[in-house]
């Protein structure tokens, strides 16, 4: 891996990032309609939202860079771009690191908008630092670009891309304790549950919004959501494809 030849690839992601307008749109905007429209579905009970926006504000930057991530790879390989890339001197660890740097610049502002709106424009009701929810939103972020390079390796179509949310996505978010708590489960639900790294991102975030203090479950979760967005992104590497076949 080379420092400059990531952040050259960075630089090039965000240059047709910056082509496409509408894509951007959706990615800064849509998370911050949905929680407006939750606020106002939970306007009779406050603290519905409280907990439940508080846990959207993890899921949502992870579910939109997921997407966005894994159809972009794609169309760089299907297009040839990837191959001709990777002929030149830059290795796979530049590539993926480069993607991520760049989409995890991105999803920074993605996430600062989202907490900005729900902390000081829908007044959620926190008792830690609104700084907190940030660091595991970014980190959300930053799984769900792994989550997306990984899945990109196994797609033939960007149809294909969309189908792995189902596999993917979906369980973690029934699983992941925004819906029931988790000890309430049935014990195997739980126990994938306790696999699962958004289960952690929520617990996070529900750490952030009941306790005043860093706690040391706070940490745990950071961690594991770090390290599982790291896995991911060393596997991406492993499985990155020079074409689709």
């Known amino acids: 891996m080379n420092t400059t030849r990531t952040v050259a690839t960075a630089r090039r992601v965000l240059r047709q990032l910056s082509h496409d307008p509408r894509t951007i749109a959706l990615l800064l905007l849509v998370p911050v ?19 439940i926006g508080a ?29 001709r890339l990777l002929s030149m001197p830059l290795g796979k660890g530049d590539l993926i690191l480069g993607y991520a740097l760049a989409f995890g610049a991105l999803a920074a502002v ?33 799984l769900g670009t792994a989550l997306g390079l990984f899945v990109s390796a196994f797609a033939a179509s960007e149809f294909q891309v969309v189908q792995f949310m189902p596999a993917i996505i979906f369980p973690q978010i029934l699983l992941c304790g925004l819906f029931v708590p988790r000890d309430t489960m049935q014990p195997v639900l739980e126990a994938v549950s306790n696999v699962l790294p ?16 860093v706690t040391g479950d706070f940490l745990r979760d950071l961690v594991i959501v770090a390290g599982s967005a790291l896995l991911v992104l060393g596997l991406g590497a492993i499985t990155l494809r020079r074409r689709t076949v």
């Open 55 to 83: 846990s959207l504000l993890g899921i949502f930057p992870l579910v939109t860079m997921f997407l966005v991530t894994s159809i972009a790879t794609l169309r760089e390989r299907t297009s040839g771009t990837l191959e």
């Open 110 to 142: 993605q996430a600062s908008l989202a907490t900005g709106v729900a902390v000081w424009l829908l007044d959620i009701n926190i008792l830690g630092s609104p700084w907190l929810l940030l660091v595991v939103a970014l980190l959300d972020a930053l």
């Open 198 to 213: 958004m289960s952690y991102a929520v617990d996070g975030m529900t750490e952030v919004v009941s306790n005043a203090e």
């Open 33 to 51: 309609l949905l929680l407006v429209l939750l606020y106002y579905v939970f306007d009779a009970d406050p603290r519905a939202f409280d907990s």
